[in-house]
């Protein structure tokens, strides 16, 4: 049986470019693989971190893999050890928006326990992988395959443009990764 999203705009790309892409991006260029780290960092000194806690949860949960990334900078805050999948958003809307093409590597634990999102961008007919929501993430060069392991303990679930192309709308589908 084939999901039918609930999201109204499921049609849309989380990573269409408008005005507050723009505006975040200011005169940033991405020419070379150092300005993939400078992006990313420039992410995440921006995008305030909120703690995901009892308090929290529910509002957490409420939002996860449902914003664009305009609206994730038009709030300015991602939910820590929840924002890898919005801060990838947002950096691949970024990339976009200066030409630079992209997608979304969703990755689960060899446990089946965790997931986590990285991105592969294509600078320069090159591809370079980075985890835009690690501070001490560098580029690397080069895909991961579906026998890929990264960083030791994750293996590629599915690529896509965005969360939504991969068919994940809110933290209920989170269950499709393991399945």
């Known amino acids: ?8 705009n499921w049609h849309k790309s989380q990573i269409e470019v408008d005005q507050n892409i723009l505006n975040f991006l200011g005169d940033i260029m ?10 990313k960092n420039t992410i995440l000194v921006t995008l305030e ?6 308090e929290t949860r529910k509002h957490a949960n409420s939002i996860q893999w449902k914003r664009t990334a305009s609206e994730i900078i038009q709030d ?6 929840k924002a890898c999948s919005d801060i990838a958003i947002v950096f691949l809307a970024l990339c ?5 093409n992209g997608c979304l590597v969703k990755l689960k634990s060899i446990d089946n326990k965790n997931t986590h999102s990285i991105v592969e961008v294509k600078l320069n007919d090159t591809w370079y992988r980075i985890d835009p929501s690690s501070s ?3 580029s690397s060069e080069g895909r991961l395959t579906n026998e890929s392991i990264w960083n030791k303990k ?8 965005d969360v939504w192309d991969l068919n994940l709308d809110s933290i209920e589908t989170e269950e499709n990764i393991y399945n």
């Open 1 to 8: 049986m084939k999901k039918v999203q609930s999201k109204t």
């Open 30 to 39: 991405i020419n070379t693989p150092d300005d993939l780290v400078m992006l």
């Open 49 to 54: 971190s909120r703690p995901y806690n009892n």
């Open 76 to 81: 300015n805050y991602v939910y820590e050890g």
């Open 96 to 100: 976009k928006a200066r030409g630079v």
């Open 136 to 138: 001490d993430s560098v």
């Open 154 to 161: 994750f293996k590629v679930w599915r690529k896509g443009h």
